[in-house]
């Protein structure tokens, strides 16, 4: 088992994040390779394959959501769904190849609940960029 998947109750096909670069109580940044073995490019596009902006999204709240378990936020088994996300802006498109730069700031944590916004990056140019709440819940019980 990877370390990212210790970090996240996420699977294959449904796993986006490669590497957690940082993880501190402010920031986390991770990243992710989209190839065009990515399931969602056969439909979205065949003939111009574009990353799906919620899968941006969930990118960079699987991103947060694997730094808060690195440091320790979330207890190991606790599960974090997404409850709302705000203010998301699409500025570029994402392609087979491109690697994505999860940028997230921690702007809320609670036993409950966490706040946070992000920015999706390819290079230096900005792809995305949202704030969202996760609520976080023990997860299922043995």
């Known amino acids: ?24 109580k402010e920031k986390i940044t991770a990243k992710r390779l989209f190839t065009e073995k990515d399931f969602f490019f056969k439909g979205h ?17 699987q991103s947060g959501g694997a730094g ?3 440091l320790g936020v979330i207890e190991d088994g606790g599960l974090f ?6 203010k998301v802006k ?8 491109d690697e994505v730069r999860s940028e997230v700031v921690n702007l809320r944590i609670s036993a409950r609940m966490i706040k946070q916004q992000g920015k999706a990056y ?6 995305a960029e949202a704030e969202w709440m996760c609520l976080i819940s023990p997860g ?3």
């Open 68 to 70: 808060l378990r690195k």
């Open 122 to 127: 390819v290079g230096d140019e900005l792809a």
């Open 1 to 24: 088992m990877s370390e990212i998947e210790k970090l996240l109750p996420h699977r294959e096909p449904f796993l986006f994040v490669d590497e957690i670069v940082e993880a501190s």
């Open 81 to 86: 769904f997404l409850a709302t996300v705000d």
């Open 45 to 61: 596009f065949p003939e111009y394959p574009v990353v799906p902006g919620v899968v941006l999204v969930e990118t960079m709240a």
């Open 140 to 142: 299922e019980q043995k």
């Open 90 to 97: 699409f500025r570029r498109q994402v392609r087979p190849g």
